[in-house]
């Protein structure tokens, strides 16, 4: 990915690639963020899961797959994870503060995606997500993701979606892999 500075303003929230010292800043967020799920009582358990680490977060600064929405203090409030695929850019995380939620953040970061996936010639972003939760499938969509059919999902994308129910402790029926066409 790139190595410039490209940055979004949006209210005082800037993006930027993430540095190695805003690592250990960003599982606190993802924290936070999950504590949405406290109010779903089929995924309650998800507030009270574990996070990204530090050194995953550092794999993925070393990839220059990682951005940030900073304050107008510097300080992290929200980040996005990404990886290539050999068919898209794949979105490996999304998360934003509980505190800075409902500001157009995740959807700052999610362009910020698309327009490097755009930079480096792919032809689609792609993520995996839960199908009925509201800030999950549905708010993607409306962002112009599409649902792919089973038929539809490219092998590297299937496989991420196996290991989240075998690893993740997923129910595979509440997962689905999403597509934005670029």
């Not at 409030?77 to 898209?88: C, H, N, Q, R, Y």
């Not at 490219?154 to 290991?163: F, G, N, T, V, Y």
């Amino acid at each position: 990915m790139t190595t410039t500075q490209n940055k979004i303003k949006n209210n005082d929230i800037t993006l930027r690639q993430t540095q190695i010292d805003d690592a250990v800043k960003l599982p606190a967020i993802e924290q936070s963020a999950g504590q949405l799920f406290s109010t779903l009582e089929d995924l309650s358990w998800i507030s009270e899961s574990g996070v990204q680490s530090v050194e995953k977060h550092l794999e993925f600064i070393r990839q220059q797959g990682h951005w940030v929405a900073v304050n107008s203090d510097n300080e992290p409030v929200g980040f996005i994870m990404t990886k290539p695929l050999p068919e898209s850019l794949f979105i490996h995380e999304l998360s934003v503060s509980q505190d800075w939620q409902n500001r157009g953040i995740g959807k700052l970061l999610i362009q910020k995606v698309k327009d490097e996936a755009k930079l480096y010639h792919f032809d689609a972003v792609t993520l995996t997500t839960f199908r009925h939760v509201p800030w999950n499938a549905p708010y993607y969509q409306r962002l112009g993701f599409s649902i792919l059919p089973e038929s539809e999902i490219p092998h590297s994308l299937q496989e991420i979606l196996d290991d989240e129910v075998e690893i993740g402790g997923f129910v595979k029926e509440m997962r689905c892999a999403m597509k934005f066409e670029l």
